[in-house]
């Protein structure tokens, strides 16, 4: 059997033929593969800062866009204990943490790795959660150099997509079957519905094993007891997520994290980690219940484990045992995917969105919007005119092709908050989409798209408005011009026929004319566009006239 990974030790040297730019859902573009220019490999890592342990990945991406990990080393630390009890992180545990990635970063040196763009360090719950993230933040850069990154829960499920994805494809039975994606952490449980590659539910709860403990350790619990308030916490967090996953049709429980790996390799002696292992439910819980019997030391004694390591077992292989039980599972899938996978994945895309994944953003916009009844057949005519105008004003607007999913996103929910009144729907827009959870956006980029929806009429952005005001200027001046493409957008829709489905852009003088073949008269669109038109004038400084095309 193996035992857990052993602090600053090599876990794996083997290649990773699941993160693959021959895999359709990782298709890139050769730019998009930072290698030298004698194609020789780039060496790249990625560090995953978590509740109970600091993990680092380094590997080579190859010239054809593949991944081949090199080494993955572990080291516990106990960040989360501090973050979930009093939310700020402690002196020592700062310091534990910077002495860890002292030494991290001391390997990277010894693998030719010395510039930080070929190193992405995350920081998931404790980090996020603490009061004293910059604190942490800032030490951490002033001790290593790093640039830590807090992620929020939808960048977490981004990455998990990510890594996950094309093992799922790769297997007939996850291909086309739902697959109930799950991973209990130290600080939360995260979840994804995916069937044909595609993102059914994307959800984070406030449960981790971590989280759990420290929990039952206040209520002051013991024995039969203490079982009795873990399987009560957890039952409530399974009645959520059945809410959430219909079971019409084959459901399969794929299980990741560190603890379900532990269980794997006690239950298979044999699992090379590249392949997904199917464990029986039974075994599982057989298992389970030996761990809940040892207690901590005996675990660390029996197999190895750190403390850190060994706590966080019985809450978490309960949970899991719970959620097969709950579907009646008689298995489980263990992936060894892991947050470092996907991070290391959105290194061999540049940083740059995927077609796929740009359509489960917009597939879960479309689910939100129908939520809320909004006109789609005019929503989506919006949508297509904004990306097109998108396209056509490269040059004016200068926004990467990220903002153009954020637009065509607007586009599709700017018209949500009449589901509430007619009477300030712009308003009620925002706080729909702000309060919403869209798979695949960031809190930051959602908090963008529900601005642009609230701007697409009446008032111009203003510093005093709710959300607008605390954006630093970048973020400021692009929701300002995004706003005022959907504005224009929404006026070349305003008879809601989708007669207008193609548009010329051309420039006369300082005017931006737009003209639409095919119709002839758009007197109704000139109308709208003469009242739309003021903010796009005002950010980029030029009158916008829509004629017919001239025949």
């Known amino acids: 059997m193996k035992n857990m990974d052993n602090p600053l030790t090599p876990r794996s040297t083997a290649t990773a033929p699941h993160i693959s730019a021959a895999n359709p859902h990782l298709n890139t573009a050769t ?64 310091e534990r943490a910077a002495a860890v990635l002292r030494r991290f970063r001391r390997v990277l040196r010894e693998y030719g790795i010395d510039s930080t763009n070929d190193i992405r360090v995350v920081a998931t ?8 993230r910059v604190a942490f933040i800032d030490r951490v850069y002033v001790a290593t150099g790093l640039d830590v990154e807090p992620i929020d829960e939808a960048e977490v499920n981004r990455i998990t997509y990510m890594g996950i994805t094309p093992q799922l494809m790769a297997l007939a039975e996850t291909a086309e079957s739902k697959s109930l994606v799950v991973e209990v952490g130290g600080g939360s449980t995260e979840l994804l519905v995916i069937r044909g590659g595609n993102v059914l539910h994307s959800e984070s709860f406030r449960l981790g094993s971590l ?16 079982r009795e308030l873990l399987e009560t916490h957890i039952r409530r967090i399974l009645v959520r997520i059945s809410e959430q996953v219909r079971t019409d049709i084959q459901l399969n429980l794929v299980a990741l994290g560190g603890d379900i790996r532990f269980a794997a390799h006690c239950l298979i002696e044999d699992w090379d980690e590249t392949s997904l292992a199917r464990i029986p439910v039974d075994k599982l819980e057989e298992l389970t219940q030996q761990i809940l019997e040892m207690g901590e030391d005996a675990v660390v004694k029996k197999y190895g484990a750190t403390f850190v390591e060994a706590e966080t077992l019985a809450p978490a292989l309960l949970a899991y045992t719970m959620l097969a039980r709950h579907f009646e599972l008689k298995h489980i899938l263990v992936s060894d995917i892991n947050l ?75 018209e949500v908050g009449l589901y509430i009144s007619l009477h300030s729907n712009h308003k009620h827009a925002y706080y729909i989409i702000r309060n919403s959870d869209l798979f695949g956006l960031s809190q930051q980029e959602l908090r963008l798209v529900a601005l642009v929806a609230r701007y697409h009429r009446r008032a111009s952005p203003q510093s005093n408005h709710e959300g607008y005001g605390s954006l630093d200027r970048h973020d400021r001046v692009a929701v300002a011009k995004m706003a005022a493409i959907l504005r224009l957008a929404i006026a070349l829709d305003d008879t809601r026929s989708g007669r207008i489905r193609e548009i010329n852009l051309s420039q006369e003088g300082k005017r931006l004319v737009i003209s639409a ?15 739309q038109s003021g903010l796009f004038q005002d950010i980029f400084g030029k009158p916008v006239l829509l004629r017919p095309e001239v025949k």
Request: proline residues 2%.
């Open 517 to 531: 073949p095919g119709v002839d008269d758009v007197s109704l669109e000139q109308i709208a566009m003469r009242s």
């Open 125 to 132: 719950s404790a980090v996020r959660e603490a009061s004293n």
């Open 31 to 94: 730019s998009h593969i930072a290698t030298s220019l004698d194609n020789s490999p780039r060496t790249v890592a990625a560090i995953d800062i978590g509740a109970t342990s600091i993990r680092m990945a380094i590997a080579e991406i190859l010239p054809d866009g593949s991944v081949r990990t090199l080494e993955s080393l572990l080291q516990p630390v106990d960040l989360g204990r501090d973050a979930f009890e009093t939310r700020r992180l402690s002196r020592k545990g700062i």
């Open 211 to 226: 989280r759990l403990l420290q929990t039952l350790d206040a209520s002051g619990a013991r024995g039969v007891r203490w």
């Open 340 to 414: 470092r996978d996907g991070l290391l994945a959105d290194i061999v895309q540049g940083g740059n969105w995927t077609s796929e994944f740009r359509q489960q953003i917009v597939r879960s916009a479309v689910s939100l919007g129908r939520k809320y009844q909004i006109d789609e057949t005019h929503s989506r005519a919006v949508a297509e005119l904004a990306r097109r105008l998108f396209e056509e004003l490269t040059k004016e607007h200068q926004l990467d092709a990220r903002y153009e999913v954020l637009l065509y996103v607007s586009a599709l929910l700017h």
